[in-house]
């Protein structure tokens, strides 16, 4: 039997796009993560990926029935990635029917964008692949949503989307997921000079499932991206963050808010990694978790020697609804330059004594208070959130959270 690695050499003669055949090039070269990695210490990435699940998907795409891409089946349904412009000027492509040019080189080619062997593999095997081009008018913002309901129990399945931003062009990016099964997907975002993103996702992991999500912001001078990233669900999560602050007074802000019910897994590795002075980053992460759940942040504020008068912050949060909760927070601090303000903290507990009292002395019993006192946790994120997204995330987070609350302290009678 051909090992994974000798397929993987045979399909690169294949027919395929410039990058599908690029990526499988670059994983012939690459690896898993050490077993040291600490970026990696709390998912195991391989027992995902295995190498008949991986075969499968070489054959899907490159086999003797394979074109070197994706065949959508259909439209609408279960198991698709579909785009909506709802305002402004976006230019929408499949990235398979692109050269590689050197608009989109970058993302094969930028410092850190392939790192591991899966990066690659989701680079050559996705299934759905979009390349989004905004261009506003002046004082124009471009939005859109994506709606991905990627959704195939017990199979691998890989997306990608390159988004650019245009110069001085704003982007609004509302994004709705419902995942079943074992799903790898990447967004790749590059912010030209004075460009702007807010980036707000709402994904739910479905029961058994895994989904690794990874975005990817290069910002360029003057460059501006807020992020809101929501995820709940009782599947496993794991969840990568990485700006890049390529420019002057490059900005990122990003807060992500997530729920994890008992038997789960939530995973969150960030970096933010400035490149050029007088840029800033913020982020905060938050989380509630209930019964033998777990969850892990690792997060990485990096400012090389030319980055000076930056200004970075980053914290992480947890509230834990049971004795047998676990949630683990990592900060990392790699400052190159001497003229730099970069901070971070940490905190951990349970909901305070004193708050539920205060609920409880106005008639409001124990469970209804202690789910009052947990959705109040995440007030500040729902106040980010773009109206017409707030109302569905935040009753979402709610049901969930009163879910986790009863199953803890038992059902009302």
């Not at 993302?107 to 506003?136: I, N, S």
């Not at 959705?375 to 935040?394: C, L, Q, T, W, Y």
Request: charged share 30%; glycine share 10%; with cysteine.
């Amino acid at each position: 039997m051909m090992t994974e690695r000798e397929l993987l050499r045979g399909m690169v003669g294949k027919e395929a796009s410039p990058l599908r055949k690029r990526a499988l090039e670059l994983a012939e070269a690459l690896s898993f993560p050490a077993p040291g990695d600490e970026n990696w210490k709390h998912t195991d990435i391989r027992g995902y990926l295995s190498s008949e699940r991986i075969e499968n998907k070489l054959n899907e795409i490159f086999g003797d029935n394979g074109t070197g891409k994706f065949e959508r089946k259909g439209k609408g349904g279960k198991n698709q990635l579909r785009i909506e412009v709802e305002k402004g000027h976006c230019e929408i492509s499949e990235i398979d029917s692109l050269d590689l040019t050197a608009a989109i080189r970058w993302v094969t080619e930028f410092p850190g964008m392939t790192r591991y062997y899966h990066d690659a593999l989701l680079r050559a095997l996705y299934g759905r692949g979009f390349y989004l081009k905004a261009r506003g008018a002046e004082g124009e913002r471009v939005e859109v949503s994506i709606i991905n309901d990627l959704s195939r129990p017990g199979n691998l399945d890989f997306f990608w989307l390159i988004v650019e931003v245009e110069r001085d062009t704003g982007l609004l990016v509302k994004e709705y997921g419902d995942v079943g099964g074992i799903l790898l997907g990447e967004r790749d975002f590059r912010l030209k000079e004075g460009a702007s993103l807010e980036l707000t996702s709402m994904d739910s992991v479905s029961v058994g499932s895994f989904f690794r999500k990874r975005d990817v912001i290069v910002a360029e001078e003057a460059s501006a991206v807020k992020g809101n990233l929501a995820v709940v669900g009782s599947g496993d999560f794991r969840g990568e963050v990485e700006f890049f602050a390529r420019g002057n007074n490059a900005e990122g802000d990003f807060e992500i808010a997530y729920l994890v019910p008992s038997g789960s897994k939530k995973d969150f590795v960030t970096l933010q990694h400035h490149l050029e002075p007088n840029s800033r980053s913020n982020l905060l992460v938050s989380g509630v978790v209930g019964g033998d759940g777990r969850a892990d942040f690792t997060g990485t504020i990096r400012v090389e020697r030319e980055a000076q008068k930056t200004d970075a912050y980053q914290k992480s949060r947890s509230l834990l609804l049971s004795d047998r909760a676990h949630s683990g927070s990592v900060p990392r601090l790699e400052i190159l330059a001497n003229d730099v303000r970069c901070t971070h903290g940490a905190s951990l507990g349970r909901i305070g004594e004193d708050i539920l009292f205060y609920l409880m002395s106005r008639g409001i019993g124990r469970k209804e208070a202690e789910h009052l006192a947990s959705v109040a946790f995440f007030g500040g994120f729902f106040e980010r959130i773009p109206s017409d997204m707030k109302n569905e995330i935040e009753e979402s987070f709610s049901n969930s959270l009163k879910a986790l609350i009863e199953r803890e302290r038992g059902k009302p009678a």
